[in-house]
């Protein structure tokens, strides 16, 4: 099993940053990438970015990319989402997954943070 804790969420002006942290325990290394997915009520939930535990290498969604960076701390087992020029439209639950490599999805998740951005 592995446990995500997410943190840094709150309430913020349109155009301004925060930046999320996701501490994860347990067996990560069974896990090789990390996803940040957001989901804004009445909406489907998306994958915002998302980034492997090895070699980095990073995915982001068109909505997000040039605002969002994505980034993890090995030694710390945390990754963390810097959220700059926020827009209310990114107003969302924001949850941290671990991937599992046996199984290729998303099956183990945080319970989530709130981001509030007002205009």
């Known amino acids: 099993q592995v446990q995500l804790v997410e943190s840094g969420g709150g309430l913020v002006q349109a155009g301004g940053s925060l930046r999320l942290s996701c501490a994860a325990s347990g067996r990560t290394f069974s896990t090789d990438f990390m996803g940040w997915f957001r989901q804004a009520p009445g909406k489907e939930r998306e994958l915002c970015a998302s980034?492997?535990?090895?070699?980095?290498?990073?995915y982001y969604a068109d909505s997000v990319k040039g605002r969002f960076t994505v980034s993890r701390d090995n030694a710390k087992n945390t990754v963390y989402l810097q959220m700059n020029s926020l827009k209310s439209e990114d107003t969302a639950v924001y949850y941290c997954a671990a991937r599992e490599v046996a199984s290729g999805e998303y099956d183990y998740w945080g319970p989530g943070t709130q981001v509030t951005v007002s205009s």
């Open positions: 980034i492997n535990w090895s070699g980095g290498a990073a």
